[in-house]
Nanobody, 122 residues
Framework: QVQLVESGGGLVQAGDSLRLSCAASGLTFSNYFMGWFRQAPGKEREFVVGISGNGAGVFYAASAKGRFTIFRDNAKNTVSLQMNSLKPEDTAVYYC???????????????WGQGTQVTVSS
């Protein structure tokens, strides 16, 4: 049974940093592209950043470029998202997801975590 478990969300102030982590089990982790998505109230789930199975390919949405960094540890089956210079518009539930190949479409992903809330106050 595949499980993705996110952690690290919370309430922070604008300009602060936060690191999210996602622990995976039940799959051959290095075979999967890992993506971070977010969903704000009343909005669609959107791709934030993703990383290829070997870590060589990283893909950022425009909203994340320059502020967010993704990295993975295939030995520990984890993928993390370092978020700096957070803004109120970053407030959302953040999800990690796994798929066999690079895609930004949420519907394409095979597996999802339960999500972790990030709230950025102004």
């Amino acid at each position: 049974q595949v499980q993705l478990v996110e952690s690290g969300g919370g309430l922070v102030q604008a300009g602060d940093s936060l690191r999210l982590s996602c622990a995976a089990s039940g799959l051959t982790f290095s075979n999967y592209f890992m993506g971070w998505f977010r969903q704000a109230p009343g909005k669609e789930r959107e791709f934030v950043v993703g990383i290829s199975g070997n870590g060589a390919g990283v893909f950022y949405a425009a909203s994340a470029k320059g502020r967010f960094t993704i990295f993975r540890d295939n030995a520990k089956n984890t993928v993390s998202l370092q978020m700096n210079s957070l803004k109120p518009e970053d407030t959302a539930v953040y999800y990690c997801a796994a798929d066999r190949m690079y895609t930004t479409a949420p519907s394409a992903y095979d597996y999802w975590g339960q999500g972790t809330q990030v709230t950025v106050s102004s």
